[in-house]
């Protein structure tokens, strides 16, 4: 079993910072004398032939693709040479297994942008790791480092024995914040709402667990359409914020918020769905059963459409890395349709929206329109995290997220209980009681 020599090629104009987080990682992986920067080099060297002779004792390359890689290529006269590109060319040229890790752009680069010794680069295998997702995408590439060495790490056994609270404790600890959480809600709704004065302390619960879910669901939706995609698709060694990345989290959020609103909608008694057509609105007779189930399965389908999108995907960058094919654009074209798909179902639930008061309207678009700024809460968090390398005693930044999330919750609970109450209560006479 060959024990992993690995060398970090890279531009200090360029992903400096990068390159030292990905040195520390795989040291901690793989051990210290394992991985080698340039920084490691001592002065009074010869240095060209010292990064030579280190890339010739390597036996895996890691290449770090930073915002200006391309662009750098050119800045190189033909009297001044270009330290990176000899390092990949010789990697290359001496059969080395590399690893292309692309830290600031949003794509590999295509064989018909990088100079002509080293085209052969687009076609390895990329890891995308931006920022917010750095840590999921230096798992993946430490695996298939060591998976190319077939080397397993000689702590993996106690790897078991490190872990934190047992699954029991964990679960005991979300229930107990959960039955929290709804009776919080359940008091402040009780306070907040008129309608609710006189209800049962069941009624309360109910609607406590009413809003909770519902502000999860508006609030939490989004941002975890865009954790998901993006993590999997950082595991898939996909890039994370392309074109098609985004168009995934649309079309997967959207799924999650219209149909999270489609059947709260369906939940009110005489409500009908009216499709939305240019120029006319189509009304449905009356508890037609099967009218619901095929916008039901309109909704899935959309959904289907995505998974089956993303499964698509792969194959067709790995088609479009060896044969140049254009394949990418379809595929964009497929998910842009599914998108208008999904605005179409949108533009339906608004068309069916029942007529508000004005007061309680005002409450209802507030709502609507605050539950999504938790979503920019959390990636504004992620994102601050890992551009600053916040740690635990951060607390300014902290106490800044947490006032801001205090805030959030009294907004939602305020306008949920003059809004959306109200109005099941106006639709349903007595139903609070």
């Given at each position: 079993?060959p024990?992993?020599?690995?060398?970090i090629?890279?531009?200090?104009a360029?992903?400096e910072?990068?390159?030292?987080?990905?040195?520390?990682?795989?040291?901690a992986r793989?051990?210290?004398?394992?991985?080698f920067?340039?920084?490691e080099?001592?002065?009074?060297?010869?240095?060209?032939a010292r990064?030579?002779?280190?890339?010739?004792?390597?036996?895996?390359?890691?290449v770090l693709?930073?915002p200006?890689f391309?662009?750098?290529f050119?800045e190189h006269g033909p009297?001044e040479?270009?330290v990176?590109l000899a390092?990949?060319?010789?990697?290359?040229?001496?059969?080395?297994r590399?690893?292309?890790?692309v830290v600031?752009?949003?794509d590999?680069p295509p064989?018909s942008q990088l100079?002509?010794?080293?085209?052969?680069?687009a076609q390895q295998?990329a890891r995308?790791?931006?920022a917010?997702?750095?840590d999921?995408?230096?798992e993946?590439?430490?695996?298939?480092?060591?998976?190319?060495?077939g080397?397993?790490?000689p702590?993996?056994?106690?790897a078991a024995?490190?872990?934190?609270?047992?699954?029991w404790?964990?679960?005991?600890?979300?229930l107990?914040?959960?039955s929290a959480?709804v009776?919080?809600?359940?008091a402040?709704?009780a306070?907040?709402a008129?309608?609710m004065?006189?209800?049962?302390?069941?009624r309360q619960v109910?609607?406590?667990?009413h809003y909770l879910l519902?502000?999860?669901?508006?609030g939490?939706?989004?941002?975890l359409s865009?954790?998901?995609?993006?993590?999997l698709?950082?595991r898939?060694?996909l890039?994370?914020?392309?074109?098609?990345?985004?168009l995934?989290?649309?079309?997967?959020?959207g799924?999650?918020v219209?149909?999270g609103?489609?059947?709260?909608?369906?939940?009110v008694p005489?409500?009908?769905?009216?499709?939305?057509?240019?120029?006319t609105?189509?009304a449905p007779?009356e508890?037609?059963a099967l009218?619901?189930?095929?916008l039901?399965?309109?909704?899935l389908a959309?959904?289907?459409?995505?998974?089956?999108l993303?499964l698509w995907e792969?194959?067709?960058r790995?088609?479009?890395?060896?044969?140049?094919?254009?394949?990418?654009w379809r595929?964009?074209a497929s998910s842009a349709l599914l998108?208008?798909?999904?605005?179409?179902?949108?533009g339906?639930?608004v068309?069916s929206?029942?007529?508000l008061?004005?007061?309680t309207s005002?409450s209802?678009?507030?709502?609507?329109?605050?539950c999504?700024?938790?979503?920019?809460l959390?990636?504004a968090?992620?994102?601050?995290k890992a551009?600053?390398g916040l740690?635990?005693?951060?607390w300014?930044v902290?106490?800044?997220?947490?006032?801001l999330?205090a805030?959030?919750?009294?907004c939602?609970l305020?306008?949920?209980?003059t809004g959306?109450?109200?109005?099941v209560?106006?639709i349903?006479?007595?139903?609070?009681?």
């Amino acid at each position: 079993m060959p024990e992993p020599h690995i060398f970090i090629s890279y531009r200090r104009a360029d992903s400096e910072h990068a390159a030292l987080r990905v040195h520390e990682r795989l040291q901690a992986r793989f051990g210290g004398d394992a991985v080698f920067i340039d920084r490691e080099l001592p002065s009074g060297i010869d240095w060209d032939a010292r990064l030579h002779e280190r890339v010739h004792e390597a036996t895996a390359v890691v290449v770090l693709v930073g915002p200006r890689f391309i662009e750098l290529f050119a800045e190189h006269g033909p009297d001044e040479p270009d330290v990176m590109l000899a390092e990949i060319r010789e990697a290359l040229d001496s059969g080395k297994r590399v690893f292309p890790l692309v830290v600031g752009a949003p794509d590999m680069p295509p064989a018909s942008q990088l100079p002509a010794s080293i085209r052969r680069l687009a076609q390895q295998n990329a890891r995308f790791a931006p920022a917010q997702y750095f840590d999921t995408a230096m798992e993946m590439l430490e695996r298939d480092i060591a998976a190319a060495h077939g080397w397993v790490a000689p702590d993996s056994g106690e790897a078991a024995e490190r872990g934190g609270l047992p699954t029991w404790a964990r679960v005991s600890l979300l229930l107990a914040g959960v039955s929290a959480s709804v009776a919080l809600a359940s008091a402040a709704l009780a306070w907040l709402a008129p309608a609710m004065e006189g209800a049962s302390a069941a009624r309360q619960v109910w609607h406590g667990l009413h809003y909770l879910l519902a502000t999860l669901l508006f609030g939490l939706g989004p941002y975890l359409s865009y954790w998901v995609v993006a993590e999997l698709r950082a595991r898939a060694g996909l890039p994370v914020f392309s074109l098609q990345g985004w168009l995934s989290v649309l079309i997967v959020g959207g799924n999650l918020v219209l149909g999270g609103a489609f059947l709260l909608l369906t939940s009110v008694p005489g409500w009908q769905m009216r499709p939305w057509w240019p120029g006319t609105r189509l009304a449905p007779a009356e508890g037609d059963a099967l009218y619901y189930a095929t916008l039901a399965g309109t909704l899935l389908a959309i959904a289907l459409g995505t998974v089956a999108l993303a499964l698509w995907e792969p194959v067709l960058r790995r088609a479009e890395r060896h044969h140049g094919t254009q394949a990418q654009w379809r595929l964009s074209a497929s998910s842009a349709l599914l998108l208008l798909a999904l605005l179409w179902f949108g533009g339906s639930l608004v068309n069916s929206v029942p007529d508000l008061d004005a007061a309680t309207s005002l409450s209802v678009v507030g709502y609507i329109a605050l539950c999504p700024t938790l979503s920019l809460l959390m990636v504004a968090w992620q994102a601050t995290k890992a551009q600053l390398g916040l740690g635990r005693d951060a607390w300014q930044v902290r106490g800044l997220f947490w006032l801001l999330g205090a805030l959030y919750v009294l907004c939602t609970l305020s306008l949920f209980a003059t809004g959306p109450l109200q109005q099941v209560w106006a639709i349903i006479p007595g139903y609070l009681n």
